[in-house]
């Protein structure tokens, strides 16, 4: 007796992390290098580190830290200025830091008639040129604050976008249409979007995308 085949789902979405996923690197530290100077980047590290330690250990967070340091070196910048350096910044990661296997794997997606969304840490003001440049369909990354005056508050424009926040802004971009996800990433950072999605895989040095169905 032969079962009746599965329809298809009507909507099916692939979520990539950027950094080590998409991108071979880390792309958050860089872009603070060009921001602000290697000088710079360690006083803010070892300060955010020691204010966010002496708030006790339930302070001690990644987030926390990074926050501390995006205060410190994003404070007072022009928002035009920073988004022209993002752009020139996003040129060089798409001329130099692409993973290809997964950008063949995205592509293979887009021609499937699958949307593409990028759910990363990393900045918004460089993934979203990047974004266009490989034709994904959204970014749901860390974003800065600006200020009415056209300035960096030196605040997160909301939380950063990592663990389980990366399934919650999924789900909040996902809406009420459901759909059959793919997820990709590479570090401990996926695993609450890997637990979300249907279909999740694991990029790295040794890893193997797999067929394609």
């Known amino acids: 007796m032969s079962s009746t085949p599965q329809k298809p789902p009507e909507r099916v979405v692939a979520a990539f992390d950027f950094d080590g996923t998409l991108s071979t690197r880390d792309n958050f530290m860089p872009f ?15 300060a955010g580190t020691v204010s966010c330690g002496a708030r006790g250990k339930k302070a001690w967070k990644r987030d926390e830290i990074k926050a501390e340091v995006v205060r410190r070196l994003f404070t007072g910048r022009n928002a035009v200025a920073m988004d022209v350096l993002a752009r020139g ?5 798409v001329r130099s830091y692409l993973r290809s296997e ?11 008639g699958h949307e593409l969304v990028i759910v990363s840490a990393s900045l918004g003001m460089y993934l979203r040129p990047i974004a266009e440049r490989l034709r994904f ?21 909301g939380a950063n976008v990592r663990g389980a926040e ?9 809406g009420d249409r459901p759909a059959y996800v793919w997820a990709y ?5 996926d695993r609450m979007l890997f637990a979300r999605a249907d279909h999740a895989v694991r990029v790295g040095r040794r890893a193997q995308l797999g067929p394609r169905p």
């Not at 990366?166 to 996902?174: C, E, M, S």
């Not at 990433?185 to 950072?189: C, F, K, P, R």
Request: net charge negative; hydrophobic share 40%; glycine share 12%.
């Open 32 to 46: 603070l290098k060009l921001v602000a100077g290697k000088r710079a980047i360690g006083g803010a590290l070892t």
């Open 89 to 93: 910044f996003a040129d060089d990661v």
């Open 102 to 112: 997964t950008v063949e794997q995205a592509d293979w997606h887009r021609t499937q």
């Open 137 to 157: 369909d959204a970014v749901l990354s860390t974003e800065l604050e600006i200020g009415t005056d056209g300035l960096l508050t030196g605040r997160l424009a």
């Open 166 to 174: 990366k399934a919650r802004r999924l789900d909040d971009w996902l």
């Open 185 to 189: 990433g590479d570090s401990s950072g």
